[in-house]
T-cell receptor, first 115, second 114 residues
Framework: GAVVSQHPSRVICKSGTSVKIECRSL??????MFWYRQFPKQSLMLMAT?????????EQGVEKDKFLINHASLTLSTLTVTSAHPEDSSFYIC???????????FGPGTRLTVL | AQKVTQAQTEISVVEKEDVTLDCVYE???????LFWYKQPPSGELVFLIR??????QNEISGRYSWNFQKSTSSFNFTITASQVVDSAVYFC???????????FGKGTRLHILP
């Protein structure tokens, strides 16, 4: 299957700082990337969908100014959590697909802890 | 509205037993896609299978098998001769043809006891 990487795998930061998470498709061109958030023992909640070269589409209730998404190339999307607060602590997972109808392949996730 | 229901929150079985994970979905579309993903303790989601709505053939892959029944809107997943390494959370998911979003069920946490 296709390989998607995420970096960093784990990050701890102080409240008020910004954190950037990278998502890369390693062996295919990802025209569409998705960002999810997962709280402990819960399901994945879609935060936003990004298409290469376009602005991301955010799900209802997700603050676009707080969760900045950039999808500047066919292999890289970034999620920046701005002015992070403890309630932003979560497991963030990206996925990538080579087209809107194609299977999504998931990255290994990034565990964010905001102190 | 599309919806995926995994009624089994948590299941525990003894190693070598067979176990079936249930998934029931709702959609108004005639064309849609169903998925199963495995999430081991490491957190990474592992793709297991994708099925489109026009393909009702059951699938077998090693110890894994899937039973897709449109009449009951179900896409159940069976693990035969379970192993401890099968312990994970399993998510069933649905994507409608007109949408690129995947809707996940709440997951079933499977414990395989040695």
């Amino acid at each position: 299957g296709a390989v998607v990487s995420q970096h960093p795998s784990r990050v701890i930061c102080k409240s008020g700082t910004s954190v950037k998470i990278e998502c890369r498709s390693l062996d295919f061109q990802a025209t569409t990337m998705f960002w999810y958030r997962q709280f402990p023992k819960q399901s994945l909640m879609l935060m936003a969908t990004s298409n290469e070269g376009s602005k991301a589409t955010y799900e209802q209730g997700v603050e676009k100014d707080k969760f900045l998404i950039n999808h500047a190339s066919l292999t890289l999307s970034t999620l920046t959590v701005t002015s992070a607060h403890p309630e932003d602590s979560s497991f963030y997972i990206c996925s990538a697909s080579s087209g809107p109808t194609d299977t999504q392949y998931f990255g290994p996730g990034t565990r964010l802890t905001v102190l | 509205a599309q919806k995926v229901t995994q009624a089994q929150t948590e299941i525990s079985v003894v190693e070598k037993e067979d176990v079936t994970l249930d998934c029931v979905y709702e959609t108004r579309d005639t064309t849609y896609y169903l998925f199963w993903y495995k999430q081991p303790p490491s957190g990474e989601l592992v793709f297991l299978i994708r099925r489109n709505s026009f393909d009702e053939q059951n699938e077998i892959s090693g110890r894994y098998s899937w039973n897709f029944q449109k009449s009951t809107s179900s896409f159940n997943f069976t693990i035969t001769a379970s192993q401890v390494v099968d312990s994970a959370v399993y998510f069933c998911a649905l994507r409608e043809n007109r949408d690129d979003k995947i809707i996940f069920g709440k997951g079933t946490r499977l414990h395989i006891l040695p």
